[in-house]
């Protein structure tokens, strides 16, 4: 099968970690154990987040009295998906001895007219008190938003039409190549009246780039791999409900937060609407358990599996 994984920012970086190299490096070493039985025996593809990343490099950016000015998104972006390619790289390298790896820069195509430019909401960067967060806000030409029970920067978040480099890295996967791409959702660019590619300040989903790339190469298959199991209706409270085998349609009929499951929600239901294929949310850990329909939320158009078996009782509807 030709797999397309999108690794959550939990992959890389939890709440409470500091984001030392040595910390972030440890986390990618555990996704890579995890996704290592994958790529023995499917084509595979990685895509991975950048939030608390980009974030730390645009204070470090920031507070550099060197600079004129902080360098924009899209740059901080391109580093981000050098630092983290480069662990991925290195640590599946490491643990498939006998398959080539490439980490590939790669550009988001977007519109200029996304509405989004008006109205950021895609969270980066450490969380803050709000007292803190509107200080910052007021001295960086910040816009901040509450983040549960704290408050972060935001940026737009246009939403993706094409990965750039999408015939690139369909070579490197008929060749045998693992590639890992599109890290960050992509280093969002944009064209000019000549038709010339330039980068904006945003950060693109990279839920979102992940389904669009997939159905781009044609895959089979879609994960995206965070630290929860399942998507859960009434996530939260005392009657949370598990969601297991469903379909587009049962999905699409509930309502969950845009900062944090909705745009999974909204990708895994994307790809399984365009492609017929099969998509899912779940645990890293549980990413071969997930593929084989076992673990996880698992979207396919009818709700139900390869194995032709129902829809199963975690599914409320």
Same mark, same amino acid.
């Given at each position: 099968m030709?797999? $397309?994984?999108?690794l959550?920012?939990?992959a890389?970086?939890r709440?409470?970690e500091?984001?030392?190299?040595a910390?972030?490096l440890?986390n990618?070493q &555990?996704a890579?154990?995890?996704l290592?039985?994958l790529?023995?025996?499917?084509e595979?593809?990685?895509t991975h987040?950048n939030?608390?990343q +980009?974030?730390?490099?645009a204070l470090?950016?920031?507070?550099d009295?060197?600079l004129?000015r902080?360098?924009?998104?899209?740059?901080?972006?391109?580093?981000?998906?050098?630092?983290?390619?480069?662990w991925?790289?290195?640590?599946?390298?490491n643990?498939l001895?006998?398959?080539? *790896?490439c980490?590939?820069l790669?550009?988001?195509l $977007?519109?200029?007219?996304?509405p989004?430019f008006?109205?950021?909401?895609?969270f980066?960067g450490p969380?803050?008190?709000?007292?803190e967060?509107?200080?910052l806000?007021?001295?960086?030409?910040?816009t *901040?938003?509450q983040d549960?029970?704290?408050?972060r920067?935001v940026?737009?978040?246009?939403?993706?039409?094409?990965?750039?480099e999408?015939?690139?890295?369909?070579?490197?996967?008929?060749s045998?190549? $693992?590639a $890992?791409?599109a890290?960050?959702?992509?280093?969002p660019?944009?064209?000019d009246?000549?038709?010339?590619?330039?980068?904006?300040?945003?950060?693109?989903d990279?839920?979102?780039?992940?389904a669009?790339?997939?159905?781009?190469l044609?895959?089979d298959?879609?994960?995206l791999?965070?630290?929860?199991?399942? +998507?859960?209706?009434?996530h939260?409270?005392?009657d949370?409900?598990?969601?297991g085998?469903?379909?587009?349609a049962?999905?699409?009929?509930?309502?969950?937060?845009?900062?944090s499951?909705?745009?999974?929600?909204? &990708?895994?239901?994307?790809? +399984?609407?365009?492609?017929g294929?099969?998509?899912?949310?779940?645990?890293l850990?549980?990413?071969?358990a997930?593929?084989?329909g076992?673990a996880?939320? +698992? *979207?396919?158009?009818?709700?139900?599996?390869?194995?032709?078996g129902p829809?199963?009782?975690r599914?409320?509807?």
């Amino acid at each position: 099968m030709r797999v $397309v994984v999108a690794l959550g920012g939990n992959a890389l970086l939890r709440r409470e970690e500091r984001p030392d190299a040595a910390v972030q490096l440890a986390n990618v070493q &555990a996704a890579v154990a995890a996704l290592a039985p994958l790529a023995r025996h499917h084509e595979l593809v990685i895509t991975h987040g950048n939030g608390p990343q +980009v974030g730390v490099l645009a204070l470090q950016s920031a507070a550099d009295h060197s600079l004129s000015r902080p360098y924009p998104f899209d740059v901080l972006g391109a580093e981000t998906q050098g630092m983290i390619g480069y662990w991925l790289l290195q640590s599946l390298q490491n643990a498939l001895p006998d398959r080539q *790896v490439c980490a590939l820069l790669n550009q988001t195509l $977007v519109s200029a007219a996304d509405p989004a430019f008006a109205d950021p909401e895609k969270f980066v960067g450490p969380v803050y008190e709000r007292a803190e967060a509107e200080r910052l806000a007021a001295a960086r030409g910040w816009t *901040v938003k509450q983040d549960g029970a704290h408050w972060r920067r935001v940026v737009p978040s246009p939403r993706p039409e094409r990965v750039v480099e999408t015939r690139l890295i369909r070579l490197l996967l008929d060749s045998g190549a $693992v590639a $890992v791409c599109a890290g960050g959702g992509g280093v969002p660019v944009v064209r000019d009246e000549r038709g010339r590619l330039t980068g904006v300040e945003a950060v693109v989903d990279k839920d979102l780039t992940a389904a669009l790339l997939a159905g781009a190469l044609d895959a089979d298959a879609l994960l995206l791999l965070t630290d929860v199991r399942h +998507v859960e209706l009434g996530h939260g409270t005392p009657d949370a409900q598990p969601v297991g085998r469903t379909s587009p349609a049962r999905l699409r009929a509930y309502d969950f937060p845009a900062g944090s499951m909705g745009p999974k929600v909204d &990708a895994v239901c994307r790809f +399984v609407e365009l492609t017929g294929g099969m998509a899912a949310i779940g645990a890293l850990d549980d990413a071969p358990a997930i593929l084989d329909g076992a673990a996880g939320t +698992v *979207v396919t158009p009818d709700g139900r599996f390869r194995d032709g078996g129902p829809d199963t009782p975690r599914d409320p509807r």
